[in-house]
Structure formats: structure tokens, C-alpha cells
């Protein structure tokens, strides 16, 4: 099962920031938060990740609580093609033999 | 650098037959994964390759294999197809487990009648 839990949609409006949350009170010390979304009928693409400092990168922002029980992933200007299903997933960083879990994640619509 | 290339892109098989699904991974990459995505719902985990060996497989029935090359190219073999089989597969290949992550391919969407 996926140790990740996330509202099952959400809207954002053109230009503006997505928010979009992750809880996973569970983490382990050793466990990355990882995003990926999925666009229709595309393969999972690869958005950020991070251990317990904030990261960001071209595509997005990720904060993480203190006690790392939850996330938030930021698109700071979404846009159209933003809209996909966010997916959070939490794994040791390098582990061969354990994959992803992925659950349901999250619709995100950006509307214009 | 090149991403992951699977193939076919699409396939229909009748149920009972054996299908053979392929993927060509990133460039540098030395692991490679299947997933199963059913409609609706998100991928999941069927086994993963490293340095040609199996080291890790979801809750798959032994009808699933796979195989990797040296060039770390793979192959999802399924027999016996089900109607339940049909689904998007995807593959996905990473460097060292997949510590910085995994690149995906773009899938086979697989249908069984």
C-alpha cells in the first residue's frame, strides 16, 4: 500500500500557484518524498524530490514540514499543460529490489 | 542523451496468447522496472532489473517475466493472457537504484479480448 495520502483533486487557476499536499506521517528517516505526475496516456515524468531540506528546481518547489510528516509540492505559475494527476511517493533513495508504491494521487486542473 | 523507448506502442492479443513487450533504456542507466497501470488507477510495480537479474517483484504471477540485456535494454514477457492484463505498461530505467529517480517511457497500452 502507499504510504502517502493526497486529496483526490484539486483546481488551480491559470498563473497562479498550485499547492498541491502530501501527508505521510509514517517516513522513515532514510525515505525521499518524490513527486512525478502523469500526464493522459503519458508515461510518469519526474518532477522533484528531497530528504528533509526544501528543495526547488526548474519545474517546481517542494517543502518539507519539520517533521517531515508532510509536503507540499508548489508549480509556482501553473499553466494549462500543467494539468496531470501529481503522484507523492516516499522510498529509500537508493535501493535496489523496492520500487515506487504509487497511489491514486492527485487531479490537478488548471483552469483558464 | 536519449530517454526510455518502449514498444510496441499499442497491441491487441487474444486472451490465452503470450505477448512480448520491449523497452530501450536511458543512457546510462543500469536498472530497469515494470509497471502495470489499469485504467484509473496508478502504476503498479511488477519487477525490476539490475545488472540482468531480477532483484525485486511485486504481487505478479510467475506468467510475468522479464528479461534484461547488457546493453540494459529489457523485455516484459506475459502468458496465458487475461482479460485483466489489459493495461498501460510502463517501463522505467534508473542509475543506482534509482536514487535520482527514474526516467519512464511513454508505455504500451495492451489489450486483451
Not at chain 1, 497562479?16 to 522513515?28: E, V, Y
Request: aromatic share 12%; hydrophobic share 30%.
Amino acid at each position: 500500500d502507499a504510504k502517502t495520502t493526497q486529496p483526490p483533486s484539486m483546481d488551480c487557476a491559470e498563473g497562479r500557484a498550485a499547492n498541491l499536499p502530501c501527508n505521510h506521517s509514517t517516513i522513515s528517516g532514510n525515505e525521499y518524498v518524490y513527486w512525478y505526475r502523469q500526464i493522459h496516456s503519458q508515461g510518469p515524468q519526474y518532477i522533484i524530490h528531497g530528504l528533509k531540506n526544501n528543495e526547488t528546481n526548474e519545474m517546481a518547489s517542494l517543502i518539507i514540514t519539520e517533521d517531515r510528516k508532510s509536503s507540499t509540492l508548489i508549480l509556482p505559475h501553473a499553466t494549462l499543460r500543467d494539468t496531470a494527476v501529481y503522484y507523492c511517493i516516499v522510498r529509500v533513495g537508493s535501493n535496489y529490489g523496492q520500487n515506487f508504491v504509487f497511489g491514486p494521487g492527485t487531479r490537478l486542473s488548471v483552469l483558464p | 542523451e536519449t530517454g526510455v523507448t518502449q514498444s510496441p506502442t499499442h497491441l491487441i492479443k487474444t486472451r490465452g496468447q503470450q505477448v512480448t513487450l520491449r523497452c530501450s533504456s536511458q543512457s546510462g542507466h543500469n536498472t530497469v522496472s515494470w509497471y502495470q497501470q489499469a485504467l484509473g488507477q496508478g502504476p503498479q510495480f511488477i519487477f525490476q532489473y539490475y545488472r540482468e537479474e531480477e532483484n525485486g517483484r511485486g504481487n505478479f504471477p510467475p506468467r510475468f517475466s522479464g528479461l534484461q540485456f547488457p546493453n540494459y535494454s529489457s523485455e516484459l514477457n506475459v502468458n496465458a493472457l487475461e482479460l485483466d492484463d489489459s493495461a498501460l505498461y510502463l517501463c522505467a530505467s534508473s542509475f543506482r537504484g534509482g536514487q535520482y529517480g527514474y526516467t519512464f517511457g511513454s508505455g504500451t497500452r495492451l489489450t486483451v479480448v
